[in-house]
């Protein structure tokens, strides 16, 4: 079993920035792709990012490529999500998600979720 704990999240300003944390605990020493996944008020959660164990490979939903950077510390188990230039529309729960095999877009490709953090962005 591996633990998601998303934190950084909060109320700010179009055109500011934010950068999210997922901790991972519990079984971390399998390799894992992580990935971002967000769901808007009365929207289907949809993907973000995604990167691989090593961070070589990363994939981004066009929306937020540009914006947004997923990055990892596999030394710290922990995944980062930083997000420039927010926008209103990018407001959502955000959730942290591990996959026990390739990295993918879909959310049932993943294995383990966390809580999610609130994203709200005010124009």
């Known amino acids: 079993q591996v633990q998601l704990v998303e934190s950084g999240g909060g109320l700010v300003q179009a055109g500011d920035s934010l950068r999210l944390s997922c901790a991972a605990s519990g079984r971390t020493s399998n390799s894992y792709a992580m990935g971002w996944f967000r769901q808007a008020p009365g929207k289907e959660r949809e993907f973000v990012a995604t990167i691989s164990w090593y961070g070589r490979n990363t994939f981004y939903a066009n929306s937020v490529k540009g914006r947004f950077t997923i990055s990892r510390d596999n030394a710290k188990n922990t995944v980062y999500l930083q997000m420039n230039s927010l926008k209103p529309e990018d407001t959502a729960v955000y959730y942290c998600?591990?996959?026990?095999?390739?990295?993918?877009?879909?959310?049932?490709?993943?294995?383990?979720w966390g809580q999610g953090t609130q994203v709200t962005v005010s124009s």
């Open positions: 998600a591990a996959a026990a095999g390739r990295f993918g877009t879909r959310g049932d490709e993943y294995d383990y």
